[in-house]
């Protein structure tokens, strides 16, 4: 070969090694060097990260009757992009969707790949779309997944459950206690997507599962709950008060088995409620609980033997001069027993026996019995109430803080305190969640929790007589009376607390606090009555608040399944009843 | 003496083995290039089917909880004492000697019969 023959060949195949060489070095850079960079932007391109959303956890009453669940629905949205007949498009989703047609037909002319047709969209109304968009050969019109939170019993027990906010996330009632439970956890996908946007099912990446939410099992007895609220709307109507709040507790386990307040709102539409129909006003709201309150200077007494069933106590004909003021009972009485005292709701007598027992001991039984702290009901809100220690006391609080008064409580408080009587001594923690169960069949139990031993159960018993005594014949609540059964409480009237301080004259809260069957107690059951509107010889907790608790009582006896025990008596028209009889028939 | 090798004029002779080997090569490499083709191809169909089932299956599940979420609504108190109210069921009270008890009730003193409570003294 002649030289500049090779020569020629040599600096070809040298330019092309060089060549190759730079390509080869590009290619090495780009698969190596920066393969990082650019499989982040190959994913960005094609691959996406799809959620997968958990199911929110039902919520469900002891008996499994469900009380809020899910709702599935579909948010209709359109790629414009992927439109090729606007109008024929905008004609049949508009026949389904029950929007105008040019609307729709504005909206997929705006060339976005992501526009929202229409949110909430019923499940079925979503899949009659998307067949009849499939018969008719189109395309661009696509459905999210969403659901909606629903409350079958609409506003039963709506204070309980609570409701979501638009994240869904809870915001009121077990909805926010339990959230974290019910939530579940989302999961996820990675997927990657063909140009026509559809899933290349072979190049699915990393995924995980979602977590649904669990189920929570309520103390909550619908049959009891349906039994109250139609009693209390029953009172908030026909006597206008401001409100009306009950209870029934179980109180061997503390269960929480119906809870309602008047005024309140309907969950599946929180947004049309008022915030004074919102507040669960059983744990929100402080009272001065009147009479009622008797129990803890009673059973404080007789524990500290300060006074026992045969202790007389001179209650002073009705007015007792302390600490320049006149304390006053309804009647004149003389000598009364510790019994007596609590069935004739003797203000001066409870007075005595704190005097008796000193400041300091009664403010440690007042505490004792669960008042002034939370008692950790797994709702949001619970106040503590209010019980000032005996330092910040003035001379008249001994005297007052036993007949209710210079005190404030939740009515939850009340209930949980009148069943320690009830129960033999016991303070149980509230308790409204029976078991939270996952989708798998796991049952994790939440046990009943004693709180504290307050007084002896001989103690408890004796006081407990005393109470049943209060709705016989000379007792403060025979209103309260259930045919065929023996029945315990105490009545409370107590004045309300005006807002520019003392109290507002003529303006009560009424209660009347009890258990039934005295023998082995299955309830215990708070109805209170805030400023009814009646004529004030009849705004008592005998009048107005025991007939209520009665009526609850009696058809509670029937749904529980009680068996009478008690001979049959004739049960006379409460005065409340009849005064609202009359105005009936003269309008 | 003078001796040289001359190639032969027409010597092109036809190699079969090598031909045979690089058409068995070629078609192999075409064999499993279409294979290749017809798995991904597969592969994609039933990827597709995995898509289609899920979706049913979902369409399935979402139709249930629609049912579920009805049912509810439909047995709910509020919704049944509408239907008590507008006369569409009623409620029937079951006779006594239809109702088997596992603990048979205690019957109250006196007169030995069982009795029921009543104090509806609430006008309606």
Not at chain 1, 400 to 417: D, F, I, N, Y
Request: charged letters at 25%; glycine letters at 8%; aromatic letters at 6%.
């Amino acid at each position: 070969m002649r030289r500049p023959e090779a020569i020629r060949i040599a600096i070809a195949c040298a330019l092309a090694a060089i060549v190759f060489t730079i390509f080869s070095a590009r290619l090495v850079h780009l698969h190596v060097t920066k393969h990082d960079k650019y499989a982040r932007l190959a994913a960005q391109k094609h691959s996406m990260r799809q959620p997968i959303h958990a199911e929110r956890g039902r919520i469900v009453d002891c008996n499994g009757e469900v009380l809020a669940t899910n709702l599935p629905v579909r948010t209709v949205f359109a790629d414009a992009s992927h439109i090729k007949d606007p109008n024929a498009v905008a004609r049949i989703v508009a026949a389904h969707l029950g929007i105008v047609e040019t609307e729709i037909r504005q909206k997929i002319e705006s060339g976005k790949k992501y526009v929202v047709l229409k949110r909430l969209v019923p499940a079925e109304v979503a899949a009659a779309l998307h067949r009849e968009m499939q018969e008719q050969k189109l395309r661009g019109i696509y459905f999210e997944h969403d659901s909606i939170r629903t409350y079958p019993n609409g506003r039963m027990l709506g204070h309980v459950l609570g409701f979501l906010d638009h994240k869904r996330k809870g915001i009121q009632g077990i909805e926010r206690t339990m959230n974290s439970e019910l939530a579940g956890r989302d999961g996820y996908r990675y997927t990657e997507r063909d140009r026509t946007g559809r899933e290349i099912v072979l190049y699915r990446g990393i995924e995980e599962d979602p977590v649904h939410g669990k189920t929570i099992r309520l103390t909550i007895d619908m049959g009891l709950q349906a039994i109250l609220e139609e009693e209390i709307d029953a009172t908030y109507r026909d006597l206008k008060p401001e409100t009306v709040n009950a209870i029934i507790v179980d109180p061997h386990t503390g269960d929480i088995l119906a809870m309602a307040s008047r005024p309140c709102f309907d969950p599946n539409e929180p947004g049309k409620a008022l915030p004074e129909q919102m507040k669960n006003r059983s744990i929100i709201d402080m009272v001065e609980p009147g009479s009622t309150f008797k129990i803890v200077v009673a059973a404080g007494a007789l524990n500290e033997g300060k006074v026992d069933e045969k202790t007389m106590i001179f209650c002073e004909n009705g007015r007792f001069a302390y600490g320049g003021r006149t304390l006053k009972d309804h009647h004149g009485y003389g000598q009364m027993s510790v019994h007596d005292i609590l069935v004739k709701s003797s203000n001066i007598g409870s007075a005595k026996m704190a005097l008796l027992m000193g400041g300091d001991k009664f403010h440690e039984y007042v505490r004792r019995f669960g008042f002034g702290e939370r008692l950790g009901i797994q709702l949001p809100g619970e106040i503590p109430g209010l019980v000032h220690p005996p330092s910040r006391w003035d001379k008249l609080t001994i005297t007052r803080m036993p007949m209710g008064h210079s005190v404030a409580v939740t009515p939850l408080q009340m209930a949980m305190g009148m069943s320690v009587i009830a129960n033999g001594g016991r303070l149980m923690a509230p308790r409204i969640v029976k078991s939270i169960e996952t989708k798998d069949g796991s049952i994790a139990e939440n046990e009943p929790r004693l709180i504290r031993e307050v007084v002896p159960e001989k103690t408890a018993r004796f006081v407990g007589g005393a109470l049943a005594a209060v709705t016989q014949p000379g007792g403060t609540a025979t209103y309260a009376r259930v045919n065929g059964f023996l029945v315990a409480g105490k009545t409370g009237t107590a004045e309300k607390v005006s807002p520019a301080g003392g109290y507002a004259k003529g303006k009560y809260v009424v209660s009347f606090l009890g258990y039934m069957p005295v023998e082995n107690p299955r309830f215990v059951c708070l109805v209170m009555v805030d400023e009814a509107k009646i004529a004030s010889n009849l705004n008592y907790g005998g009048l107005v608040a025991a007939p209520v608790f009665s009526r609850i009582a009696e058809k509670a006896a029937r749904h529980l399944d009680l068996v009478p025990t008690e001979p049959s008596i004739t049960l006379q028209q409460d005065p409340v009843a009849a005064a609202l009889a009359n105005k009936e028939r003269n309008n | 003496m003078n001796i040289s090798i001359q190639p032969p004029a027409h010597n092109n002779p036809v190699h079969l083995g090598k031909i045979l080997r690089i058409s068995f090569l070629i078609t192999l490499l075409l064999a499993i290039g279409l294979g290749f083709v017809y798995l991904k191809n597969r592969q994609f169909g039933l990827g597709e089917q995995i898509r289609q089932t899920e979706r049913e299956i979902r369409q399935v599940r979402s139709e249930n909880e629609v049912l579920l979420a009805r049912l509810a609504g439909l047995s709910s108190r509020p919704a049944l004492q509408k239907r008590i109210a507008d006369g569409f069921i009623a409620v029937v009270q079951i006779s006594s000697d239809k109702i088997a008890r596992l603990t048979p009730p205690a019957q109250a003193v006196d007169d030995g019969g069982l009795r029921t409570v009543f104090n509806d003294s609430r006008p309606q």
